[in-house]
Antibody
Framework: QLQLQESGPGLVRPSETLSLTCTVS??????????WGWIRQPPGKGLEWIGT???????YYNPSLKSRVTISVDTSKNQFSLKLSSVTAADTAVYYC????????????????????WGQGTLVTVSS | SYELTQPPSVSVSPGQTARITCSGD??????AYWYQQKSGQAPVLVIY???KRPSGIPERFSGSSSGTVATLTISGAQVEDEADYYC????????????FGGGTKLTVL
């Protein structure tokens, strides 16, 4: 059974870098059959897509976060990670990792979407 | 920036049909996905690629898409279907940006 588990600090100081890791079990990232990504949800608010990565390190980011976000993959550990720099209170949220499905549209553009496997989520609070 | 628009709330009585819409300019070219999120839990995929239902999702959940509007239909809604529902799709540019709708609170009572 595929499982994803987020890990990382629950408290980050303003202006510092938020770092989270998602450990995948029950599937191999290096199989190349999926993309892997991050989604967040501020308390009481909706979902926000952050970005995705594949086994070879190809990344796609939300333009609104692109200047501060880095997603990386470590296939040897079957993990992928999120770094968000220069955080503020607005980055306080539950962060989810999820396996992503993908397809190519009629124009040949890649499209990915969170699939049926998500981590339980981890709350990250930005506060001094 | 690209947006997907959902009604903030929908309310039905048990056994009635609930319909939740999602509007977006790229939907004629891109698939829509639907997620159910109950309080304190991670979202669950209930519809993918406009109208496909993952294994384990009850048959009362169905999806459709026409033009710029995707619709999630729950036929014979149950009390346990009360939750927030989010649509998701990607923008029409080649840069691949994923976008969630603002979410719809479904009340079944």
């Amino acid at each position: 059974q595929l499982q994803l588990q987020e890990s990382g600090p629950g408290l980050v100081r303003p202006s510092e870098t938020l770092s989270l890791t998602c450990t995948v079990s029950g599937d191999s990232i290096s199989s190349g059959t999926s993309y892997w990504g991050w989604i967040r949800q501020p308390p009481g608010k909706g979902l926000e897509w952050i970005g995705t990565i594949n086994y070879s390190g190809s990344t796609y980011y939300n333009p609104s976060l692109k200047s501060r976000v880095t997603i990386s993959v470590d296939t040897s550990k079957n993990q992928f990670s999120l770094k968000l720099s220069s955080v503020t209170a607005a980055d306080t949220a539950v962060y989810y990792c999820a396996r992503h499905m993908y397809y190519y549209d009629s124009s040949g553009y890649l499209c990915t979407s969170p699939g049926g496997y998500w981590g339980q989520g981890t709350l990250v609070t930005v506060s001094s | 920036s690209y947006e997907l628009t959902q009604p903030p709330s929908v309310s039905v009585s048990p056994g009635q049909t609930a319909r939740i819409t999602c509007s977006g300019d790229s939907l004629p070219k891109k698939y829509a996905y639907w997620y159910q999120q109950k309080s304190g839990q991670a979202p669950v995929l209930v519809i993918y690629e406009d109208s496909k239902r993952p294994s384990g999702i009850p048959e009362r959940f169905s999806g459709s898409s026409s033009g710029t509007v995707a619709t999630l239909t729950i036929s014979g809604a149950q009390v346990e279907d009360e939750a927030d529902y989010y649509c998701y799709s990607t923008d029409s540019s080649g840069n691949h940006r994923g976008v969630f709708g603002g979410g719809t609170k479904l009340t079944v009572l």
